[in-house]
């Protein structure tokens, strides 16, 4: 049994470089081959994809044993809670704290900072994206408690952020563009996915093939609004 484990193990682990070599070589190949530079330390190199390989394995495995059940449970049991409207908050308050956490909107963050001289504090940043992320979230659970069709949500929230990129100053409009794709990461995409299709399991003469997704896609355009209302303080103030 302890053998049969260990291969299952290094089965496991072998997958997860399978799917870091191939980038990995493309990269090595590029830098030697075409731009014709020697690795500067071929040791810590090695090292280093060893250790992206085991922790990218611990991760993945990680969420799978805990986040995304974790999500589904909630999202399974939210709707016995009476009114909608806590529902919702709930949904916003997992938005927003799942966001602060995520490790590539840091990044992003304080490259804005430095990029702009200290004109865009990270934790303004960071706090101002995780709103409007938890807004797209509730926003998200809104239309699977009342089964509202997709189109019908979308076609405004994309309505906003084009009339608010016209008068957005830049950066903030590319920022936005960015802030969107960090905040799917792997904390809040694991979480709010089980969560939102837990949910639309549970309720009544609802699919949850057709409420459950397209919840990543409503938070990201509520974080592109949070940072281009940012942009709208930042103009008039």
Sequence with gaps: RDSLRFIEVLTALWETL???????AILLLFQVLVLRKPLENVKDFMLGIVFASIGLHLFLK????????????VGRNLYVLDR????????????????????????????????????????????????????????????????TPFI???????????????????????????SASATTGPVNIP???????????????????LSGFGIVGLTSIGAMISVLLLSMWVKFM
């Design 18 to 24: 399978k799917g870091i070599l191939p980038l990995t």
């Design 62 to 73: 990680g969420t799978n044993m805990s986040l995304i059940p974790l999500g589904d449970s």
């Design 84 to 147: 909608k409207w806590l529902i919702i908050l709930i949904g916003f308050v997992i938005g927003y704290f799942g966001t602060l956490v995520e490790p590539a909107l840091k990044t992003l963050a304080l490259e804005v900072e430095e990029l702009s001289a200290g004109a865009i504090p990270h934790k303004l940043l960071i706090h101002t994206v995780a709103g409007g992320f938890g807004f797209g979230m509730a926003v998200g659970l809104y239309k699977i408690i009342t089964n």
């Design 152 to 178: 019908k949500i979308i076609l405004p929230l994309l309505a906003i952020v084009f009339v608010l990129s016209i008068f957005a100053p830049q950066p903030y409009g590319s920022i936005a563009m960015d």
């Design 191 to 209: 979480i709010n996915m089980a969560l939102a299709v837990g949910l639309a399991s549970i309720i009544e003469d609802v699919d949850p093939l």
